[in-house]
């Protein structure tokens, strides 16, 4: 495998009995992709997701981090590796601040926990961390109201400052503008597409217009295998992606790479 991959799998699959959910799944994201993992509802772009971060293991095939096999590494494993997730549904600690919630996870990661006898307050460069990881996600100025009295669409920006807090090297997004309001999906869009470039991005999104304006690649994922793969320009012009999932209305103006 080439250094130049930052994650691959080959082959990778995982039957459920008869049910084969992924099948042969070869898929590669390069040093900084924002890639998208597009395709119809039950193509098995979770089960994928959930392949690569641990929570199944596979039936068939392998995944590595660099030229690290990690197939059989742990969640856990993973996350400390660098393979870091957000999830479609929130899991987020309602009562607790934002900066609050940046500080656990950044505790967490430096094992502070360990140390319980010594006072959080006195680790003044873990709340310096969690100010300027909220101030990236654009979320400074709310870092000291309760989760629960955010926008939907300010949950999920701190859902991945939260996954930020860990240092991936690749972060997966499952969808990560579900049930946000048009008018905040793009912010949070343009916030995943500023982040730094030693970080792999791959994310499942099933609106088109903020999948062909933010990815610089795109897979497709249909029962299971994958269809096809390459830019905006060309999966927009794809006959066989028009047929199976796109359809000629969310064709048109969406055929042009993205200035990310």
């Given amino acids: 495998m080439s250094r130049a991959h930052a994650l691959q799998t080959q082959d990778l699959g995982i039957s459920f009995g008869a049910f084969h959910a992924v ?5 590669t994201l390069e040093p900084g992709a ?10 098995g772009k979770t089960t994928l ?16 981090l660099g030229d690290q096999d990690i197939t059989a590494a742990t969640c856990d494993q993973r996350a400390r590796l660098g393979v870091v ?22 505790s967490e990661r430096e094992g502070l926990g360990a140390t319980w006898w010594r006072p959080l307050k006195r680790c003044t460069h873990v709340f ?4 300027a990881l ?5 979320l400074d100025d709310l870092a000291n109201v309760p989760v629960a009295q955010l ?7 701190l859902e991945i400052a939260l996954a ?36 792999s991005v791959l994310f499942i999104e099933h609106d088109m217009n903020l999948v062909f304006r933010f990815s610089r690649r795109i897979s497709v994922l249909v029962a299971g295998r994958i269809l096809t793969e390459g830019t905006p320009a060309e999966i927009g012009q794809d006959p066989r992606v028009r047929e199976v999932y796109l359809g000629s209305k969310h064709i048109g103006t969406h055929t042009e790479a993205p200035h990310v």
């Avoid at 479609?88 to 996870?105: D, E, H, Y």
């Avoid at 909220?134 to 654009?138: G, S």
């Fill in 23 to 27: 099948a042969n799944v070869n898929l």
């Fill in 34 to 43: 924002r890639q998208a993992l597009i395709g119809p509802n039950g193509a």
């Fill in 49 to 64: 997701i959930n392949l690569l971060t641990g929570v199944y293991r596979p039936t068939t095939g392998s995944v590595r």
């Fill in 85 to 106: 997730r957000t999830f479609q549904i929130n899991t987020l600690f309602p009562t607790l601040t934002p900066l609050l919630s940046a500080v656990l996870a950044i």
């Fill in 128 to 131: 310096d961390e969690a100010h």
């Fill in 134 to 138: 909220l101030a990236r996600l654009r």
């Fill in 151 to 157: 926008a939907y669409g300010k949950q999920r920006l």
């Fill in 164 to 199: 930020l807090a860990a240092r991936p090297r690749i972060l997966l997004l499952d969808e990560p503008a579900a049930g946000v309001p048009e008018d905040e999906s793009g912010e949070l869009f343009e916030a995943i597409a500023e982040l730094p470039q030693d970080i």
